[in-house]
């Protein structure tokens, strides 16, 4: 014990950090020194869940003035893990709740907040009654109360908040002026956003989840509703939804410049035009880090004429193929030429990752740094508006069924570029990766980088 008492407390307390919970009490009764770092780990950050438990726990904390002045971040989950989705029953803001939340103020320490929602989420908008499906515990008014206490407990903080993340928001903004007011307020100054989105889904027809008014709705509004408060400060920004997003639903960015960016995270975001790639790049001065999670280049696309005004790109700008209704366009450039851009106009970035993290049970929340990098087959995707189950395919696919019926174009085959443009950008980076595996989330195996296809010699 001698030993380990002369390490630096600032080392110590370092190593307490990758310490789980049971280790970290037992810590706390070993002697004097030790105690203390590890009480500070202990809680650091704290959980507030509906369940008697996790409230009293946060009640003896705030109650305690020498605990309460440790919490650092608080994590406010809504889920109610006892109620079930086929019951039809909705949940209720808990019990007790109204009295405890706004204690939470009293944390002097509080820099970080994240409000946890359930993963499935319906409307209650009455356009398009055919499309809705399923009903989910936590209805949009349950949503958009939560979002109003918490924003409202987040203005009353002594310090504004750094650090904001809200797991599984509903693609649905709050439509009361006063709670869009004390999001604006709250927003303004932030360090770091990270926003996971979740929207209607119809698992009898689930090519019918972008035809959702909400959707389509709420990514137009997220550059201005969610981004432009904070621009002006900040340094780390994840972004990662449920569906594809960027080109349709239509997520334009480039309106948008944050001067002080550091991180880039996005996920199920497609790029489908050069705009897109700019607009990084012109945060070339700040960006450090770019974590690109089950993100596509979109190489071919073609809308249905009543759709054509929920993409991104107008209507003059796609033509009609012989033998088909639809609109389509195209991109050509490939993430060989995107990664060679990275290396040649972002001269800060020091950490680059693309490929996959676990997106099962649920979408990915603060897990960039678990991307396992890999160029896997979908990182070339068509969308081809109409088709079901979703209008998004992954690059293989619409190769074997391309034919002059329908027009499809084959996935590009560009591995071997991709490959080596990806080697040269980590190189630059020092960025030392495992190129080989077995993705024990999916059963994907990548070699040298890639994914193996189907039907390839192993």
């Known amino acids: 014990m001698s030993r380990l ?125 055919h499309l809705h499906y399923g009903a989910f515990p936590q209805r949009p008014q349950f949503r958009f109360q939560a979002m109003h206490k918490f924003f409202s407990l987040l203005e009353s903080l002594r310090h504004p908040i750094q650090d904001l993340g809200i797991r599984n928001l509903q693609a649905d903004n709050p439509k009361d002026p006063k709670t869009l007011a004390k999001m604006a ?26 035809e959702y008014p909400e959707i389509r709705k709420f990514f137009k509004e997220l550059p201005s509703t969610w981004l432009s408060p904070a621009a002006s400060s900040l340094q780390h920004l994840s972004l990662c939804s449920r569906e594809y997003s960027g080109f349709y639903p239509h997520l334009d960015l480039s309106s948008l410049f944050f001067p002080c960016l550091k991180t880039l995270s996005l996920g199920n975001f497609c790029f489908f035009h050069d705009d897109q790639i700019d607009w990084i790049l012109k945060h070339g001065d700040t960006l450090e880090e770019i974590y690109l999670d089950d993100c596509a280049v979109l ?20 033509v009609r193929r012989e033998g088909d209704v639809s609109l389509y366009g195209s991109f050509e ?43 896997y087959y979908n ?3 068509c969308c081809y508006d109409g088709y079901g189950p979703s209008p998004y395919m992954e690059g293989e696919n619409p190769k074997y069924a391309a034919n002059l019926e329908n027009g499809w174009r ?45 039907g390839s010699a192993e």
């Not at 680059?352 to 960039?368: A, H, K, L, T, V």
């Open 185 to 210: 307020k709250v927003l303004s100054g932030l360090l770091s956003l990270r926003l996971s989105i979740t929207s209607e889904t119809n698992d009898a027809a689930p090519e019918h989840n972008l």
């Open 299 to 318: 190489y071919d696309f073609c809308m249905l004429e009543q759709n054509v005004d929920a993409c991104a790109l107008p209507r003059d700008t796609l």
């Open 5 to 129: 008492l002369d390490f630096p407390s600032e080392l110590l307390a370092h190593t307490f950090s990758y310490v789980n919970q049971s280790t970290l009490k037992s810590l706390r009764q070993s002697c004097r020194f030790i105690s203390p770092l590890a009480t500070d780990q202990l809680y650091r950050t704290v959980h507030l869940q509906p369940g008697e438990t996790s409230q009293k726990g946060l009640q003896e904390i705030l109650n305690n003035p020498n605990l309460r002045r440790i919490p650092r971040k608080i994590y406010i989950d809504t889920v109610d893990e006892s109620l079930n989705y086929d019951d039809g029953k909705e949940q209720k803001w808990p019990q007790g709740w109204d009295n405890l939340v706004p204690q939470v103020k009293e944390l002097p320490r509080l820099n970080a907040a994240v409000l946890c929602f359930d993963k499935g989420f319906t409307s209650d908008s009455t356009d398009s009654d």
């Open 410 to 454: 084959p996935s590009p085959e560009c591995d071997d570029e991709d490959r080596a443009a990806l080697r040269k950008l980590l190189a630059k980076l020092g960025q030392s990766i495992q190129e080989s595996y077995s993705n024990r989330h999916s059963d994907d195996l990548i070699v040298d980088f890639v994914q193996r296809r189907y």
């Open 333 to 375: 450039k490939r993430w060989h030429h995107i990664f060679d851009l990275f290396a040649e106009k972002l001269p800060k970035l020091r950490h680059f990752r693309i490929g996959r993290s676990n997106w099962y049970p649920d979408i990915p929340f603060e897990q960039e740094s678990n991307i396992k990098v890999g160029l």
């Open 379 to 381: 990182r070339y995707m």
